[in-house]
């Protein structure tokens, strides 16, 4: 079982930035691809992006296509989503997951962290 924590979720207005991380052990950076998710009260499991050894940095969302960028941070042992102008649309509860190749299916990844909440007020 993969231990994920997320964090660096908040409220903020539309137009900022913000940059959740999910924190993993390096061995398991290596090993696993790590996806981020959203969801919302009564809805689906949403892919947004992933980052793994073998498929590099994808970005599924065409919403988040040019404004979301998905990265590993080495020194802190996270896999980065980085969000810029950011509209109340993208409220959510953001999850990270770990699975062997990257997928915008959650069904396909094994492991998530507790979320954290991401509200963008207009």
């Known amino acids: 079982q993969v231990q994920l924590v997320e964090s660096g979720g908040g409220l903020v207005q539309s137009g900022d930035s913000l940059r959740p991380s999910c924190g993993a052990s390096s061995i398991e950076l290596d090993y696993y691809a790590i996806g981020w998710f959203r969801q919302v009260p009564g809805g689906e499991r949403e892919g947004i992006a992933c980052?793994?050894?073998?498929?590099?940095?994808?970005v599924y969302l065409d919403s988040a296509k040019g404004r979301f960028t998905v990265y590993r941070d080495n020194a802190q042992n996270t896999i980065n989503l980085e969000m810029t102008n950011l509209t109340p649309e993208i409220t959510a509860v953001y999850y990270c997951?770990?699975?062997?190749?990257?997928?915008?299916?959650?069904?396909?990844?094994?492991?998530w962290g507790p979320g954290t909440q991401v509200t963008v007020s207009s």
């Open positions: 997951g770990a699975a062997l190749r990257c997928s915008p299916r959650p069904v396909y990844f094994r492991s």
């Open positions: 980052f793994g050894s073998a498929d590099r940095d994808v």
